[in-house]
């Protein structure tokens, strides 16, 4: 009795470490992309809204988390149409040639596409030229895309 007891922990030990894979088999990476936000929110419901770990999906490497099964086979069926602009790097920050890390709270969808600013004061200033700052985005987005954050 007295070596079940000691091997009773060891035991419990190794079958969560060998079902572990398959609890978490959906997830790629530990950083959810747009913080664990759902991104089909943004259209759908027309403000951010927190993921759950229940419903995830990768796309382009990046894991994303959504708030309901509906929003996951949404983004599944069509994810170009959900998944931010400039990888969820900050607009205004590709705008002057740089990549902030971007606020979920700061955002705006723009002709069908969902755009990320650094935090609310940023993305007051890029609403003074949207159409101006997303022409500039899209033409540093070509040369900085491939780059590390702070090698720019």
């Not at 419990?12 to 997830?27: E, K, M, Q």
């Not at 022409?135 to 702070?150: L, R, T, V």
């Amino acid at each position: 009795m007295k070596v079940f007891h000691t091997l009773l922990p060891a035991v419990a030990l190794l079958v969560s470490v060998v079902a572990t894979p398959g609890f978490a088999g959906d997830v790629t990476q530990s950083t959810p992309g747009i913080s664990g936000y759902d991104p089909v929110a943004y259209f759908t419901d027309g403000r951010p809204m927190k993921g759950s770990g229940y419903h995830v999906a990768e796309y382009n490497g990046v894991t994303y988390v959504f708030a309901s099964k509906d929003h996951k086979t949404m983004f599944q069926a069509n994810p170009e149409k959900y998944v931010p602009a400039y990888g969820g790097y900050c607009a205004y920050g590709v705008a002057v040639g740089k990549k902030f890390v971007s606020d979920p709270e700061a955002w705006k969808v723009v002709n069908g596409t969902l755009y990320l600013n650094l935090d609310k004061d940023i993305q007051s200033k890029w609403a003074k030229d949207i159409p101006g700052y997303i022409k500039k985005s899209e033409a540093n987005w070509k040369e900085i895309k491939d780059k590390a954050a702070s090698d720019l």
